[in-house]
Every structure is written in C-alpha cells, then in structure tokens.
T-cell receptor, first 114, second 114 residues
C-alpha cells in the first residue's frame, strides 16, 4: 500500500499562512489524496481531498505536485482553533476490502501560537 | 442531521466483562467502520461494513465482534474486555465506495479496562 510521510510537528503564528507537507512517493495513479484533522478530544474531520489538480474549499487549499509524489495542505490564515493533528491519507477506489478504508498514520501536530 | 452518534461517551470496565459500543448514523450511508486510537497514535481499523448484513475485519479485529442488521446502526461488541483494549473508539460512515467519499466520524467512546 502507498504510504505517506509527514513531519511530526509544526508551529505557526496566528493569522499567518501554514503549509503542511506530505510526501507520498509511491502513490498510484488512482489514489486520491485526502486530508483530515483531529481537534483535541474529538473525532477526525474531513478537510479536503484531490486527485491531480489543486483544490480549494472554505477550510483550506490543497496543492498537489505535478508528479503527485507530494502535496501541501495550505491554511491561509491560521487561527487558534486550527491547532490539531493533520492527517494526509491516500485512498485507492480500485482496491478492495479494508484497503478501501482510511489508513491513518501519526499525522502532523500543528501548534498555533498567539 | 445528527450525523454519526456514539454511546456511551465514557465507560470503565473490569477485565473479563463484555459490553457493546453503540454507533448510529442518519445519513443513509452504506459504509460504516470502527477505529481505535491509542494515546499519541493514529487510528487503526477494527471492523467495517459495506452495507446491511455485510461486515469484514480490519487491521486489529481480535477481541471484537460487529453486526450490521440495519443501514443506520453498527454496534461494536467487546467479548471479554482486556486492559489492552483501553482506548478511544471512533465510529465512522461514508456514502460512496469511490476514492472521493468523505468520511464522517462520531465523537468517540473513551473506554478504560481495569
């Protein structure tokens, strides 16, 4: 299965942009790139996903490298409420069984400094 | 919509006791799954279901049973609780089987086994 690599932790100042990197050098052509985040004492929540093109939504932007071997989640203006663990996950719609479910790594702990 | 609901929020068991963690969703999602999260770790898949009457094992199924008699409910049974099952348990659901389906998580059940 394709794996992702993320830094263990990152810090950002409040109201500044945050770029959270993810490496996925063994990504297959059919893998979608998903980002979820987990606020303290809560279940994970969906942030954004993409396949090949960059994506924007109200929460964040996802920049995907041309070769798809890496991606970056961009929070345009970090707030204290954005402090969470951010997970970069690959999902392959072609796979079967448990491989179709989300596989979580250890993610990146984002600290936002006031 | 209430989304994904889980009960109880907290539970303390003695070794050897059995119990059922409840999970329900009101979004008519086909896919449901159970994860456990140990301190400082990512989520690991226990069991999942692709529809009523269909369940399968995930990464860490031992010691747990599931059933899916309705689309809405997906209970997780601990057969004989062990201290190693102390964890936070998350239930999740999603609609599509494709790579782009958004997964919705419940708030979690915090289980302690003494």
């Amino acid at each position: 299965d394709a794996k992702t690599t993320q830094p263990n932790s990152m810090e950002s100042n409040e109201e500044e942009p945050v770029h959270l990197p993810c490496n996925h050098s063994t990504i297959s052509g059919t893998d979608y790139i998903h980002w979820y985040r987990q606020l303290p004492s809560q279940g994970p929540e969906y942030v954004i996903h993409g396949l090949t093109s960059n994506v924007n939504n109200r929460m964040a932007s996802l920049a995907i490298a041309e070769d798809r071997k890496s991606s970056t989640l961009i929070l345009h203006r970090a707030t204290l409420r954005d402090a969470a663990v951010y997970y970069c996950i690959l999902r392959d719609p072609i796979s079967s069984g448990s491989a179709r479910q989300l596989t979580f790594g250890s993610g990146t702990q984002l600290t936002v400094l006031p | 919509n209430a989304g994904v609901t889980q009960t109880p929020k907290f539970q303390v068991l003695k070794t050897g006791q059995s119990m059922t963690l409840q999970c329900a969703q009101d979004m008519n999602h086909e896919y449901m799954s159970w994860y456990r999260q140990d301190p400082g770790m990512g989520l690991r898949l226990i069991h999942y279901s692709v529809g009523a009457g269909i369940t399968d094992q995930g990464e860490v199924p031992n010691g747990y049973n599931v059933s899916r008699s309705t689309t809405e409910d997906f209970p997780l049974r601990l057969l004989s609780a062990a201290p190693s099952q102390t964890s936070v348990y998350f239930c999740a659901s999603r609609q599509t089987s494709g790579g782009s389906g958004t997964q919705y998580f419940g708030p979690g059940t915090r289980l302690t086994v003494l």
